[in-house]
T-cell receptor
């Protein structure tokens, strides 16, 4: 149980284009999803917290208009990197939690998406 | 505010040797603590968690960690390392109680050599 998937696993795009990454909870309803960014050999940096049916809460320093997050259903959240540039190249990881895990803050992580912007 | 310090960005052990990965936390309120493992190009997998019950927590793959409030530590140990344990390990902290964010440490890369 508690499986989270991400799609695509890898994406290469040209500078200036937009890229959408999907995060799905496969066997549970995720009331909250999180989006992280991880640079090579570094830790995870929380970008935003997404609650189903409401606007995402972004961490300080994260551009809302650059990283659009939509959590339209209890099993799907999307991250769209708009007008991507090479500095947006990174490993993006989503996580999710359901009501039981929320009580002790456990998160279930997806496998990540490697974004390369040329 | 919460923070996590993982001492040692790289740890190398021989197969069969004790694994000790260090984690110290700072929290203004009682914390919940987690250890996650990440294999290359993958997401994170939970090894174990402390949520104010038993201070010695046993996790998957033979790992365990002990919550020591007096030392503000939550070190991860395994009696005998396997080659398959080679990975990146992250310690994370949150406030106790639900619906709180995780704050991650910088990570420790564990290498296991024959």
């Amino acid at each position: 149980g508690a499986v989270v998937s991400q799609h695509p696993s890898r994406v290469i795009c040209k500078s200036g284009t937009s890229v959408k990454i999907e995060c799905r909870s496969l066997d549970f309803q995720a009331t909250t999803m999180f989006w992280y960014r991880q640079f090579p050999k570094q830790s995870l940096m929380l970008m935003a917290t997404s609650n189903e049916g409401s606007k995402a809460t972004y961490e300080q320093g994260v551009e809302k208009d650059k990283f659009l997050i939509n959590h339209a259903s209890l099993t799907l959240s999307t991250l769209t990197v708009t007008s991507a540039h090479p500095e947006d190249s990174s490993f993006y990881i989503c996580s999710a939690r359901d009501p039981p895990s929320a009580s002790y803050n456990e998160q279930f992580f997806g496998p990540g998406t490697r974004l390369t912007v040329l | 505010a919460q923070s996590v310090t993982q001492l040692g960005s790289h740890v190398s052990v021989s197969e069969g040797a004790l694994v000790l990965l260090r984690c110290n936390y700072s929290s203004s309120v009682p914390p919940y603590l987690f250890w996650y493992v990440q294999y290359p190009n993958q997401g994170l997998q939970l090894l174990l968690k402390y949520t104010s019950a038993a201070t010695l927590v046993k996790g998957i793959n033979g790992f365990e960690a002990e919550f020591k409030k007096s030392e503000t530590s939550f070190h991860l140990t395994k009696p005998s390392a396997h080659m398959s344990d080679a990975a990146e390990y992250f310690c994370a902290v949150s406030k106790s109680g639900g619906y709180n964010k995780l704050i991650f440490g910088a990570g420790t890369r564990l290498a296991v050599h024959p």
